[in-house]
């Protein structure tokens, strides 16, 4: 059974904070690493995808993947309040299948 | 921008009825999908597509369930006798990269079984 994990949350930081996501994976040999954002009662928004070891940055966002520890995260700079959402890892798995695992997501509480 | 269409947005229907989610992907795209998400709950897959018949299936996809694509533009979801645990978000998704390309959501159909 392959599993994804995130702590649920709820995260709360102040605005213009740096909030961390993270994400844990039991499949050693997954391949791809993605970052949505999902508002309530909305369907998933596409962030970030990451394939390789390290960072990757794109605008407040940094997606961080270590395949060693069956680590993923995401950093988001500068909260906004409009970034309170849920955000959900999704991990495609090895063996030929590359339909994604989801975890079940942390909410991002953004406050003035 | 191009889009993920689903009509309709709600569906409630009767236990045992049948139902069907429409979905437009994405005109160029030529790998569709099904998740669907339980209140509260993860995004589950259900079924892939491609090329005119099912790549892929998980074991939520059981004999209540089918996929079509009747036309060149519509992907749809059928329930055959809806069961209360039916009712959930479900979402369409659909890419042009194969399975290993990111996957674009459509908006979602909530479907709520009395």
């Known amino acids: 059974q392959k599993e994804v994990e995130q702590n649920s949350g709820p995260l709360s930081v102040p605005e213009g904070a740096i909030a961390s996501l993270n994400c844990t994976y039991s499949?050693?040999?997954?391949?791809?690493f993605f970052w949505y954002r999902q508002y309530s009662g909305k369907s998933p928004e596409l962030i970030m995808f990451?394939?390789?070891?390290g960072d990757k940055e794109d605008g407040r966002f940094t997606a961080q993947l270590n395949k060693a520890s069956q680590y993923v995260s995401l950093l988001i700079r500068d909260s906004q309040p409009s970034d309170s959402a849920t955000y959900l890892c999704?991990?495609?798995?090895?063996?030929?299948?590359?339909?994604?695992?989801f975890g079940r997501g942390t909410s991002l509480i953004v406050h003035p | 921008e191009p889009e993920v269409t689903q009509t309709p947005s709600h569906q409630v229907t009767q236990m045992g009825q049948e139902v069907i989610l429409r979905c437009v992907p994405i005109?160029?795209?030529?790998?569709f999908y099904w998740y669907r998400q339980i209140l509260g709950q993860k995004v589950e897959f259900l079924v892939s597509?491609?090329?005119?018949?099912?790549?892929?299936k998980s074991e939520i996809f059981d004999d209540q369930f089918s996929v079509e694509r009747p036309d060149g533009s519509n992907f749809t979801l059928k329930i055959r006798s809806t069961k209360l645990e039916d009712s959930a978000m479900y979402f369409c998704?659909?890419?042009?990269?194969?399975?290993?390309?990111?996957?674009?959501f459509g908006p979602g159909t909530r479907l709520t079984v009395l």
């Open positions: 597509f491609y090329n005119n018949e099912i790549s892929e």
């Open positions: 998704a659909s890419n042009e990269a194969g399975p290993r390309g990111t996957q674009y």
């Open positions: 005109s160029n795209h030529l790998y």
């Open positions: 990451i394939y390789s070891n």
């Open positions: 499949d050693r040999g997954s391949q791809s």
């Open positions: 999704a991990v495609t798995a090895s063996g030929g299948s590359y339909i994604p695992t």
